[in-house]
């Protein structure tokens, strides 16, 4: 008894909940490409259960930034501006966020999967008690029951799970940067801005920031090119990645390796595709020598288009390939290239 009284009281509560949020992350003003990514979906999830799509930011300045999220498909911006929020600290954008999502209820509220995104989703959904799926690679609209189906890899990759969260609202989930293909609309939305106060202080915040160090890594953003050609074990050396190096010059792209690539000291950290990785989504995606462990399909295979060189038949890349070569790609990848060299000296002529 007690529990249908619980469950029709929750059923009222949830029918309060809508729209789709993107909280939209920015740094020093600049948005993190993944907002538009998680805009272009929202607007596809929207579209399903017949709602509208919100962008939610939070910083020092930024509503400079409408014009931008109504062009990837917001129907609403809201902006919390406030010197307090001049860089990322947990407990203000976790307080501002929280008040935000209990005065405008949202149905779903998706976040980037980035380091603040992970941070700061986490704390946002424990304030709301209500459940959150990181770090997810797919999201669909169950048909039958309007609710998300929230899918990330799990148990080391080995497993798909798909995630739902019946009862409770916002359905909070982060995303990770490059799943998504951001697409702008032709005509950008006469969206609305909506903002809002905060009664946060700077002498509330116990952490202050004294220092920002810039790391020196040499970060390769891979998901920025339309071309990738990768590497995996099978390329057996490092010196082997030079041809793969060419190819990728060739086709105006860069390249990447597999994890055991990068065990070996074939390819630097900052190259690796896949579940511990980065994921892509180029328009031309090349595997030689991989051999398509579900880890590394989990951070490809949404690619346009994969061209797969592998010895082995069987090998699981060819399950998400386009085109499957059985080939040794020490020998196919010179030859490949000696033809483009050829295409590229009939096209200067
Ligand atoms: C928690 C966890 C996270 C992980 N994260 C990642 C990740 O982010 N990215 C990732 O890639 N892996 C990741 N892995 C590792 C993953 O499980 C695989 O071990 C890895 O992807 C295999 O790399 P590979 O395909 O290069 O090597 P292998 O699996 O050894 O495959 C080599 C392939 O090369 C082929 N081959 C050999 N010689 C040739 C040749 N001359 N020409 C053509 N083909 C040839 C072989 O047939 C074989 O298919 C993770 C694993 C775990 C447990």
């Not at 939610?56 to 109504?70: M, P, Q, R, T």
């Not at 307080?95 to 989703?121: H, M, N």
């Not at 010059?249 to 070996?264: C, F, N, Q």
């Amino acid at each position: 008894m007690e529990n249908k009284k619980d469950t029709s009281g929750r059923e009222t509560e949830k029918a309060q909940y809508k729209d789709v949020w993107v909280f939209v992350e920015q740094t020093d003003g600049v948005a993190q490409p993944v907002s538009f990514e998680l805009l272009t979906k929202a607007r596809e999830l929207a579209g399903k259960i017949g709602c509208e799509v919100a962008a939610v930011s939070i910083g020092k300045s930024v509503s400079h930034l409408a014009d931008e999220v109504f062009k990837y498909g917001a129907d609403k911006f809201y902006v919390i501006e406030n010197d307090v929020f001049e860089s990322y600290r947990t407990e203000p954008f976790r307080d501002a966020l929280s008040d935000l999502v209990r005065k405008y209820k949202p149905e779903i509220f998706l976040i980037g999967a980035t380091t603040q995104g992970r941070d700061l989703s986490g704390t946002v959904a424990t304030e709301l008690k209500t459940g959150l799926t990181a770090d997810t690679t797919k999201q669909e609209i169950d048909p039958e029951t309007g609710l998300l189906l929230m899918t990330r890899p799990t148990f080391g990759g080995s497993l798909m799970a798909t995630i739902i969260c019946p009862d409770h609202r916002p359905q909070m989930s982060t995303v990770r940067p490059g799943v998504f293909k951001a697409e702008p609309l032709d005509k950008p939305k006469q969206g609305k801005i909506i903002r809002e106060e905060t009664k946060i202080t700077e002498e509330q915040v116990v952490k202050k920031i004294l220092q920002k160090v810039v790391s020196s890594d040499n970060v390769v953003n891979l998901g920025f090119y339309d071309v990738i050609v990768a590497g995996g074990k099978g390329m057996g050396n490092k010196d082997n990645f030079e041809m793969l190096i060419e190819l990728a010059d060739l086709l105006g792209g860069t390249w990447a390796g597999s994890r055991k690539a990068v065990e070996l000291g074939f390819v630097p950290q900052t190259r690796q595709v896949g579940q511990t990785g980065q994921t892509v989504h180029p328009k031309l995606y090349i595997a030689c020598g991989i051999s398509g462990a579900i880890q590394h399909l989990v951070g490809m295979q949404t690619s346009d288009t994969i061209i797969s060189i592998n010895i082995d038949e069987n090998a699981p890349i060819f399950d998400v390939s386009t085109y499957c070569i059985v080939e040794d790609a020490l020998k196919f990848v010179p030859r490949l290239i000696a033809e483009l060299r050829t295409k590229t000296k009939t096209v200067k002529k």
